[in-house]
């Protein structure tokens, strides 16, 4: 069966520091990866998506980057923190181009 | 870019009582499926529906396509505290991603 791994679960960082997420993802090959950023109860707003290793498609312009290394990794970075960048980050996959399966979530407080 | 906008926002409700949530958006889409979230967890995916007025019922829950694949509504018969959460829509375009609504935040009170 497919698993997904996001770490860390809770993150609290200063400001102007460096951020780096991971997400694996176990028991599926190829599989579309996603990057969401979600505020306190609402919606979720998608970050980047990547159909392939190395293939990255940016939505929102930002302070983040994310990068393919490995068909099962996806991670998510910055070089500089900022206090807009505090959040609840998901990653999820795909194969369809529907039915997403999301981590656990990283709860990010930039202080 | 496509919206999903999803209503009411917040919705509170004694238990046993019934309610309707929406999801609407003025693309098409390939599919839609709708998930509930806890707080501090991943969103869990509920059904997804495909074809033009289709209806699927996952026990007290029915979900509903609309006919030019545009809308999506969730009626809950009989509510029960643990069906409280957020409740989100995601639509599906061409082949690489999924866009989600803006999350309908459901309370039901014991």
């Known amino acids: 069966s497919q698993t997904i791994h996001q770490w860390p679960a809770t993150l609290v960082q200063p400001v102007g520091s460096p951020l780096s997420l991971e997400c694996t993802v176990e028991g599926t090959s190829n599989p579309n990866l996603y990057w969401y950023r979600q505020a306190a109860g609402r919606g979720l707003q998608l970050l980047f998506y990547s159909v392939g290793i190395g293939q990255i498609s940016s939505e929102v312009p930002q302070n983040l980057s994310a990068s393919r290394p490995q068909d099962r990794q996806f991670i998510l970075s910055s070089k500089k923190l900022l206090l807009s960048d505090s959040g609840f980050y998901l990653c999820?996959?795909?194969?369809?181009?529907?039915?997403?399966?999301f981590g656990q979530g990283t709860r990010l407080t930039v202080v | 870019t496509q919206l999903l906008e999803q209503s009411p926002q917040f919705l509170s409700i004694q238990e046993g009582e019934n309610l309707t949530v929406y999801c609407n958006s003025s693309?098409?889409?390939?599919?839609l499926q709708w998930y509930r979230q806890e707080p501090g967890e991943g969103p869990v995916l509920l059904v997804t529906v495909v074809t033009g007025g289709e209806v699927k019922k996952l026990k007290r829950l029915t979900f509903q396509f609309g006919d030019a694949r545009k809308d999506s509504s969730l009626h809950i018969t009989a509510a029960q505290p643990g069906d409280t959460g957020l409740y989100l829509c995601?639509?599906?375009?061409?082949?690489?991603?999924?866009?989600f609504g803006t999350g309908t935040r459901l309370t039901i009170i014991p």
């Open positions: 995601a639509g599906g375009f061409g082949n690489e991603k999924l866009t």
């Open positions: 693309s098409v889409f390939s599919s």
């Open positions: 999820a996959w795909s194969v369809l181009p529907t039915e997403a399966f």
